[in-house]
């Protein structure tokens, strides 16, 4: 499917970089800690936790990440690259119980996406040069090596899940979950931090978050960034449990004759996608959150709407390339723009 939203998201050197101590009352803790996930630092905040059990926590959130990394990197050895290898020998594979369920769940989405979050077309991420630790550049693969790839139609419900068992009816599968593993990150986090007590917390990965409870007496707010010059053109409040997602053409792409070529492809037509400068989702979990902010950046200015009620999601906007917000009366309301900040705003009717 597509690679990341904010730069190499499998870059992954596991260990707590800073632990930034803002508050302690006793054994009652409000910290902050940062761990490297992804190709970006996940910022875990907690408040009124438990000293011992906050760190308890971070311990396994890092173990968490740490085999995340090496279970779903999608071009360096590991368990999705041996899936992939036996999907294209017309062979079944088996992975453990955390990752058939996580497969069965990005079946699900996509279906739901009608296809255009399709963690099923590796190989077209992998042609246009994502599958790398660098920004690839020079010109965009051929034409006829694109529609070939588009030809095959590679998706999801090519996927076949028995128990444990992966196979597939399409060997030109090759499965890349860069715009869905942040969200599955996160979620795993909230649980952790959950199962250990602590019920007010954020895990915020590059601006990709889930938050849980208050900060204290007050929500927990969340900067909606303009693409390209990173001034926040928006805050949202969280309510109890929600995951705020964006989805951005500014960020990754090849670069060739000051062309630019972004990183999230449509399924379609083998294409980067143009037009559409980022898509800002507000879900309950962040792994469908994730994966509906990268459907309807493919889906685009016509169609994000029709996505997004069929993903289930309630609160959406999207900012075109030439800045101009989409979206909703609903999510209009949740929004609080910046005082310099007064986009065009075109409005339009409410999701379910």
């Known amino acids: 499917m597509m690679a990341s939203h904010a730069g190499s998201r499998y870059v992954l050197m596991v260990s707590v970089l800073a632990l930034l101590l ?7 803790i409000s910290q902050q800690y940062q761990v490297p996930v992804f190709g970006t ?38 368990t999705v690259v041996e899936l992939n290898q036996a999907i294209a020998r017309g062979q079944s594979f088996t992975v453990n119980d955390e990752m058939a369920t996580v497969i ?16 099923a077309i590796g190989k077209l991420i992998g042609l246009w040069g994502f599958h790398a630790d660098v920004r690839p550049s020079g010109p965009p693969p051929a034409a006829k090596e694109i529609q070939a790839l588009v030809k095959l139609n590679p998706r999801m419900d090519n996927l076949e ?27 795993f986090a909230i649980a952790i931090l959950r199962k250990h007590g602590i019920n007010n917390a954020i895990v915020n990965g590059g601006g990709d978050l889930r938050a849980i409870g208050r900060h204290g007496d007050r929500r927990w707010r969340v900067g909606v960034r ?4 990173w001034d926040v053109v928006a805050v949202i409040e ?9 989805s951005g053409n500014y960020e990754r792409y090849r670069e060739h004759m000051d ?15 143009e037009h559409v400068a980022s898509v800002t989702v507000i879900h309950k979990d962040g792994a469908t959150a994730d994966a509906a902010a990268t459907a309807l950046v493919v889906a685009g200015v016509k169609n994000w709407e029709r996505i997004a009620r069929n993903m289930g999601i309630r609160y959406a906007m999207m900012i075109d390339d030439k800045g101009t917000v989409y979206t909703h009366p609903a999510m209009l309301k949740r929004l609080e723009f910046a005082e310099d900040s007064k986009p065009k705003i075109v409005l339009g009717a409410d999701l379910p």
């Open 161 to 187: 899940i028995s128990g444990n068992n992966i196979s597939s009816s399409n060997p030109a599968v090759q499965l890349d979950f860069g715009g869905f593993a942040k969200g599955v990150a996160v979620d």
């Open 226 to 229: 303009q693409p390209g010059n």
């Open 259 to 273: 062309r630019r070529y972004a990183h999230i492809i449509d399924p379609r037509d083998g294409m980067p996608v």
């Open 22 to 28: 803002s508050a302690c009352h006793g054994d009652r």
């Open 238 to 246: 969280t309510r109890d449990d929600e995951s705020v997602f964006t």
């Open 104 to 119: 069965a769940q990005a079946k699900i989405l996509a279906a739901r996406s009608q296809h255009l979050f399709n963690p």
């Open 41 to 78: 630092l996940v910022d875990v905040s907690v408040h009124d936790a438990d000293r011992d059990a906050a760190a308890k926590a971070i311990a396994e959130i890092t173990q968490k990440f740490e085999a995340m990394h090496s279970d779903w990197h999608a071009w360096k050895p590991g």
